[in-house]
Nanobody, 123 residues
């Protein structure tokens, strides 16, 4: 699976961004999808994940209630809607794919990764 993330940018605190991750190469609907982020000097951390059907999503506590992950299997795309952004959300955001049925939260489980898109939130 090839993954292409887009939609990052510079936004003021309290603003919104919508990230997209377009997939190609395999049957997208058979993959669970996740979003992770990595800030400078920090380890990559889980943000959100969604099952292959889109029927269940999981979130990190730090983004719960502000971020929403969704997917459109007909467009082979997963989205991350980010609202009420905070400066601490500043990071490179990565999408990832893993064959399977659950909303996996551990980065090492994911088989395929996109190149990342920068999100910068100014105070």
């Amino acid at each position: 699976v090839q993954l292409q993330a887009s939609g990052g940018g510079l936004v003021q605190a309290g603003g919104s961004l919508r990230l997209s991750c377009a997939a190609s190469g395999r049957t997208f609907s058979s993959y669970a999808m996740g979003w992770f982020r990595q800030a400078p000097g920090k380890e990559r951390e889980f943000v959100a994940a969604i099952t292959w059907t889109g029927g269940y999503a999981g979130y990190a506590d730090s983004v719960k209630g502000r971020f929403t992950i969704s997917r459109d299997n007909s467009k082979e795309t997963v989205y991350l809607q980010m609202n009420s952004l905070k400066p601490e959300d500043t990071a490179v955001y990565f999408c990832a794919a893993k064959s399977g049925t659950y909303a996996y939260t551990k980065a090492f489980l994911y088989e395929y990764w996109g190149q990342g898109t920068q999100v910068t939130v100014s105070s």
